[in-house]
């Protein structure tokens, strides 16, 4: 997964792939194409049926796609400084509890979508996908007991995807899986682990190299931007677990300081670190709380600055919280809401405080994921309940999104990214 950021930033990147320009430098530590992590799943997670077998033949493999300028294959919005070259491919990837994994068209003048083609998926709830930072092989996980990995290979004019094999997930219902480097982590929400798989040269996965006991209802493993800590934000324990990571070996270890506690009940779910500031935002699933949090860099430590409901005023239904990502400019932080069904807006300072600017509804029912485009122009939702991908247009200097195109059918769609070609 390919961060980009400009020079002089906080953290170096573990690689990086060519970026589109964004407001600024910096891209979000999102969980679809992210050097630094990724991640994946909704209230009541956890394992379904075991997949049936491997494989699964392309079908309406056509090609098709817009081209679009620049931009890192990051899950959110990953700006930078712009590199000389043709324009990247953008292709989006969506997937959720249906049997395929779809890719679709990316219109980069309006921020359209459009269907081109899809595949049976390896298992049978590839709820959660992950695209290495050269665009060149996607993972996805089956979300069942026991879970799976598995890897695709990636057409580059096309963005059809091509099955490669599938390893144990080392645990059971796997809600997430990201990649940095030539590594792979997955937090299996059921068995309450996360596990370390060695990426091969041609982009299949290896037998994992490490499995620790995280914390009950693991939701996510997230890199940090150097590569060198590793967060686990475990809903059910109320905390996100702290590991040291051997880049070397592929193992984990627990941190000095093991655990950043959250309050009791709050269920922390997805985390994103700020482009250019030592902040990390949480997503808090149960309490619909979003939390920025101070990193020390040299430590790998999370400490609360801040938190902030993700709910409108006078809101009185159930709801819960989903995903987050940081605007690559740095300005603006989004979180889901399913119950209220809406994409909130928060304005950032310029020390990465946080203050409430707006709500928009996703365009459907549950929105469990969302994704910018590499520029940030753009914001696509995942709304499960629905069962379909909605497009939207982020203004960066008003911060209000508009809906564009019609939204596209994706059974019990939970994950969306758009990835560079």
């Known amino acids: 997964m390919g961060w980009c950021r400009a020079a002089g930033a906080w953290l170096v990147p573990l690689a990086v792939a060519a970026c589109g320009g964004g407001e600024g430098a910096g891209g979000d530590a999102g969980h679809f194409v992210v050097e630094g992590g990724a991640d994946g799943v909704a209230a009541g997670d956890g394992g379904g049926d075991a997949a049936a077998g491997d494989g699964g033949g392309a079908h309406d493999a056509n090609a098709g796609g ?43 003048t309006t921020g359209a979508l459009a269907p081109v083609g899809s595949v049976a998926s390896f298992g049978s709830a590839p709820s959660f996908l992950a695209v290495e930072a050269a665009g060149k092989h996607l993972y996805a996980v089956d ?65 994992a190299t490490d499995t620790q006991s995280a914390g009950a209802l693991a939701h996510m493993a997230l890199p940090d931007p150097s590569g060198r800590f590793v967060f686990v934000p475990c809903k059910g324990a109320d905390y996100v677990a702290q590991y040291v990571f051997d ?42 709380t979003m939390m920025a949090l101070a990193f020390d860099a040299n430590a790998g430590t999370l400490s609360a600055l801040q938190t902030i409901s993700t709910l409108p005023p006078g809101f009185t239904g159930t709801n819960t919280g989903a995903e987050v990502h940081v605007h690559p400019g740095g300005k603006w932080l989004f979180g889901s809401n399913r119950g209220d069904d809406s994409i909130v807006v928060f304005a950032l300072d310029a020390a990465g405080k946080m203050t409430v600017h707006g709500f928009t509804k996703s365009g459907g029912a549950t929105p469990r994921d969302f994704s910018l485009d590499p520029t940030g122009t753009f914001l696509y939702a995942a709304n499960q309940g629905s069962g379909n991908v909605a497009a939207f247009r982020f203004d960066a200097t008003a911060g209000t999104l508009t809906p564009v195109g019609t939204p596209v059918a994706v059974a019990q769609a939970s994950f969306v990214g758009v990835a560079a070609l």
């Not at 057409?155 to 219902?173: E, I, K, Q, T």
């Not at 627990?254 to 902040?279: I, K």
């Open 247 to 288: 880049a070397t070996k592929g193992t984990l270890a627990p941190n000095a300081t093991p655990h950043f506690a959250t309050a009791g009940g709050a269920g922390p779910r997805h985390l994103a670190f700020h482009p250019t500031l030592p902040v990390a935002y949480l997503i808090d699933e149960s309490a619909s």
């Open 143 to 207: 979300e069942a007991t026991p879970g799976r990995v598995g890897a695709y290979s990636i057409d580059a004019s096309s963005g059809a995807l091509s099955f490669l094999g599938a390893v144990a997930s080392g645990g059971d219902g796997p809600p997430y899986v990201g990649v940095a480097a030539s590594w792979a982590f997955v937090a299996n929400y059921t068995s309450g682990s996360v596990s370390v798989l060695p990426v091969k040269g041609d982009g299949s996965l290896g037998a």
């Open 66 to 108: 817009d081209t679009g300028g620049g931009g890192d294959a990051g899950h959110p919005g990953e700006g930078g400084a712009a590199e000389a070259g043709p324009p990247a491919k953008l292709v989006a990837y969506a997937s959720g509890y249906g049997p395929d994994i779809h890719w679709l068209s990316v219109d980069a």
